[in-house]
């Protein structure tokens, strides 16, 4: 940072000066691994902590390493799948191969989730974790956690996102928030792992506290905590937003193999239905509260198509659902019923 900026914070902000201030290597190893023995620890724990002692100040060497971590997953994960749609031959496992993306509409989306990354998720990515070290977790520290116990910290918030996620979203299905915060994103009726953070600003604070929100409550109960697992379930997480919204349903994709894992066939409905599947990587949410039913109606009338005129049933299917899903959306606009919420909670019937 230049001297005129520094002087500048120095004057008019000082707390946040001060987390730009930077020390020599000597000075940071001494400060941060006086008693520790780094010859002792392993490849990945000593390049761990040559990285702080590089970079001279914990907090700014965590922000920096978490943003970047961030947009080299999402773009790294997003990216092939544009190239896999550019390719005929996968196109036998496109959930609806009548519906196309141009240049324009990849673009657009580039230039929106860009935006929000620098503007709303590089704040909010940079805060966290002062403020979960506050309350305990490990940043620069060496050695890790163990395998177990970093596994059990990510289930837990797999499971806590997945509910926040799901009311989160169901909310924001209602009118108000619809028309003016969660339609941006369903300008994807087919959508592409791109378009997995491509939403209005809002929209990206609300559904990142599901993400956040795990650690940090996880903090204020336990202090064994090491951002190496929140990184480690960052990466899973975006993993499985781009995923979902892929718009392929392999094989070999995971929900073929864990049965309850949502996958892209389930959000991938939700983009072309509208009111069904606001789960994120569960289904039990779904499952439990009947916001899946037209989901299993549509899947049911696909399986008992017979093979010869299969492609034909399923694009009438498709644009079935599709018509649908504009003529629910278009109630909700209009501050009409909700279909979704006349679902009796519990029994997975219409009141």
Request: hydrophobic residues 45%; charged residues 20%; proline residues 4%.
């Given at each position: 940072m230049s001297a005129v900026a520094m002087d500048f914070l120095q004057k008019y902000a000082p707390v946040v000066a001060d987390q730009f201030v930077t020390m020599n290597s000597t000075q940071t190893q001494n400060a941060l691994y006086g008693d520790v023995n780094l010859e002792a620890l392993s490849w990945l724990e000593r390049t761990w902590a040559s990285y702080y002692i590089w970079m001279g100040n914990p907090v700014l060497a965590t922000?920096?390493?978490?943003?970047l971590l961030h947009e080299i997953v999402y773009f790294g994960r997003a990216i092939p799948w544009l190239i896999i749609d550019a390719i005929p031959y996968f196109h036998?496992?496109?959930?609806?191969?009548?519906?196309?993306?141009?240049?324009?509409?990849?673009?657009?989306?580039?230039?929106?989730?860009?935006?929000t990354h620098f503007t709303c998720e590089l704040p909010l990515i940079y805060a966290f974790h002062p403020i979960c070290c506050y309350f305990g977790m490990a940043t620069y520290e060496v050695p890790f956690s163990s395998l177990g116990l970093m596994a059990a910290q990510i289930a837990f918030f797999f499971v806590f996102e997945d509910m926040f996620h799901y009311w989160a979203h169901r909310g924001l299905h209602y009118g108000p928030f619809y028309k003016n915060i969660h339609k941006l994103h369903h300008e994807f009726s087919a959508p592409i792992g791109l378009a997995a953070e491509y939403a209005h600003p809002l929209e990206v604070l609300i559904l990142a506290q599901g993400t956040i929100s795990?650690?940090?409550?996880?903090?204020?109960?336990?202090?064994?905590?090491?951002?190496?697992?929140?990184?480690?379930?960052?990466?899973?997480?975006l993993w499985q937003a781009v995923d979902a919204h892929s718009g392929y349903d392999f094989p070999w994709s995971l929900r073929h193999?864990?049965?309850?894992?949502?996958?892209a066939d389930h959000h991938d409905y939700h983009h072309m239905a509208f009111t069904n599947c606001f789960s994120t990587s569960?289904?039990?949410?779904?499952?439990?509260?009947?916001?899946?039913?037209?989901?299993?109606a549509y899947k049911k009338r696909l399986a008992a198509a017979k093979a010869s005129p299969r492609a034909k049933i399923e694009a009438e299917e498709n644009e079935r659902a599709t018509q649908e899903g504009l003529e629910a959306e278009r109630l909700v606009l209009m501050g009409g019923p909700n279909k979704v919420e006349q679902i009796k909670i519990g029994t997975g019937k219409k009141q």
């Open positions: 922000g920096v390493m978490s943003f036998q496992w496109k959930l609806q191969p009548d519906k196309h993306i141009t240049k324009e509409q990849i673009w657009k989306c580039t230039k929106v989730v860009l935006l795990g650690p940090f409550l996880y903090c204020l109960f336990r202090k064994d905590l090491h951002i190496l697992t929140v990184y480690l379930w960052i990466t899973l997480r193999i864990i049965p309850f894992w949502a996958g569960f289904r039990w949410w779904d499952f439990t509260l009947g916001t899946d039913s037209k989901y299993h």
